[in-house]
């Protein structure tokens, strides 16, 4: 998927740039980049991060970043930020989302012999640069926007950086976040200047520096000291300069935020709509709990990194012990979802995790994961536990969502592009004959016969003494809950995407 920040500010930006784009490490780790804009003009660099961090890879540039306006991406596609020469002026562009009717885009603007697209993802055009075409092809800025999301289908947030500034762009659903910050403080700058005797005379002032930002996670925001000030919405789009925050396109709506990002992918001290991701893990877990009342188990575990909340939560909720049964060697594996190859993500999600046998051994144990997507790597992962080395007496699942059934046609959430690599679809397929499309309403009921049979598929599959998934009521309480007690009041059910669990956007 990815992520990106951008910072406009009254002096140098490259420090606030370079930690604020590494805080969206956890989200790609395919091409990182950066750009900024100052008296030298555009300044960019661009890096391959697959076999190392982000930071690691751009330490050196940050010094060469001269600028006070610029914008950062982590991607696991191409490359970002690109930069557009057009007839209203150069433009840097970096772009969050999925662009799901790429071909269709593809055809229509070969229909003119004269366009071409330089920047390649794969086999096909880089879907940052179609969206730059798109906004190139309009009259101005406002209505390349406008453009884009009328003709862009799946997702697209985007960030723009000009000479004076930069547009920071909703998804037209709001289905990626998109939030804005600023900071006020002072900053030593060294004056010099020549006396009438010839000497050269240097000093350190301190001057006011202000600066605006804009990021897909809000923790990017915490530690740089910015406070959250807006709360893009769908569609929205604003300018930020140097001197403060002008509105270019108003909210459209309805907003249909991807409920999958508190699940998994965000960031624990992370806020979507002001809803914290690592609160709402938690009363995840606890929703898992008070269903599972009366539970003899001698510890409550998480899969790391973030089933780790929600087995804290189920922990609380139904006073038993967490312990931690596996640990994540966090310096250099990245999310195991991420590498394209099916060898290659098993190795990762082995080689990431380490465990303990000492809280394992002769033990009852229940993990938490956040989800259970294709099973082959959750499967290998447990079925070690059941070798002599470790000699588990019991060993259940509880997920903190319900089953995956359908592909998302918004987000690059997965490399999955076929449905029979969903493990529920395997066992819809390996019920009804070999369909994994029969009778799938029922199975799409969590009080049904056929959703029963189902998830007893998996656990045998998965060699697991039970398993059970979270109720999809509960999990959209668990995240308008954590919304009611942040004062967030307007977040509604139909405001959260659910498309990848009930096929329903």
């Known amino acids: ?61 940050v010094d060469e970043l001269i600028g006070n306006i610029g914008i950062g991406s982590i991607s696991d596609t191409g490359d970002q930020p690109l930069i557009v020469f057009s007839h209203m002026g150069t433009f840097g562009i970096v772009m969050v989302g999925a662009v799901t009717n790429l071909d269709k885009l593809e055809k229509s603007a070969f229909r003119s012999t004269r366009t071409h697209f330089a920047e390649m993802t794969g086999d096909g055009v880089n879907p940052t640069e179609m969206v730059a075409s798109l ?46 910050g600023e900071k006020h403080g002072m900053e030593i700058r060294t004056e010099s200047w020549t006396s009438d005797d010839g000497f050269r005379h240097e000093r350190d002032v301190q001057v006011e520096k202000h600066s605006y930002a804009a990021t897909f996670e809000s923790c990017a925001f915490n530690n740089l000291d910015y406070k959250i000030t807006k709360w893009l919405g769908p569609g929205e789009v604003v300018k930020l300069t140097p001197n403060g925050i002008e509105q270019v396109l108003p909210p459209t ?51 790391p990194d973030s089933g780790t909340a929600h087995a804290l939560g189920y922990a609380m909720e139904s006073q038993l012990p967490y312990k931690r049964s596996f640990v994540k060697y966090t310096p250099t594996w990245s999310r ?3 590498p394209q190859d099916r060898t290659t993500r098993s190795m990762v999600a082995k080689m990431k995790l380490i465990s303990i046998p000492y809280f394992i051994k002769g033990k009852r144990l229940l993990f938490c994961e956040d989800s259970i997507v294709r099973g082959t790597q959750l499967g290998n992962t447990f079925m070690r536990l059941r070798q002599p080395d470790y000699s588990v007496k019991e060993l259940h699942v509880r997920s903190a969502c319900p089953p995956i059934l359908f592909n998302c046609p918004y987000l690059n959430f997965t490399r999955t592009k076929e449905l029979m690599e969903f493990v529920a679809r395997k066992a819809i397929a390996s019920l009804e004959g070999g369909d994994c499309e029969a009778n799938l309403d029922e199975y799409l009921d969590e009080n049904s016969e056929r959703y029963a049979r189902m998830v007893e598929w998996i656990c045998q599959e998965l060699k697991l003494d039970s398993l059970k998934y979270q109720k999809l009521d509960d999990l959209l309480d668990a995240i308008l809950t954590v919304a009611r007690l942040s004062d967030n009041n307007d977040l509604q059910r139909e405001c959260l995407c659910t498309y990848c669990w009930n096929g329903k956007s």
């Open 336 to 338: 195991s979802f991420i």
């Open 253 to 303: 709506g309805p907003l249909k935020i991807c409920s999958f990002l508190w699940v998994y992918y965000g960031y624990p001290a992370t806020s979507y709509e002001n809803v914290n991701v690592e609160a709402v893990r938690y009363a995840c877990g606890a929703a898992l709990a008070r269903r599972d009342a009366g539970m003899e188990l001698d510890a409550v575990a998480g899969i």
């Open 1 to 61: 998927m990815g992520g990106f920040f951008g910072v406009a500010s009254t002096g140098l930006c490259n420090a606030d740039l370079f930690y604020g784009t590494d805080y969206h490490s956890h989200l790609g780790n395919q091409r990182g980049g950066l750009l900024v804009h100052g008296e030298k003009g555009f300044i960019r660099y661009i890096h391959d991060i697959r076999n190392a961090q982000f930071r690691s890879k751009f330490q050196f540039d």
């Open 135 to 180: 906004i190139s092809m309009s009259a101005n800025y406002e209505e390349g926007f406008r453009l884009v999301q009328e003709r862009v289908q799946g997702s697209c947030s985007l960030l723009l950086l000009t000479r004076e500034g930069i547009y920071a762009a909703r998804d037209r659903y709001g289905r990626t976040p998109l939030v804005i």
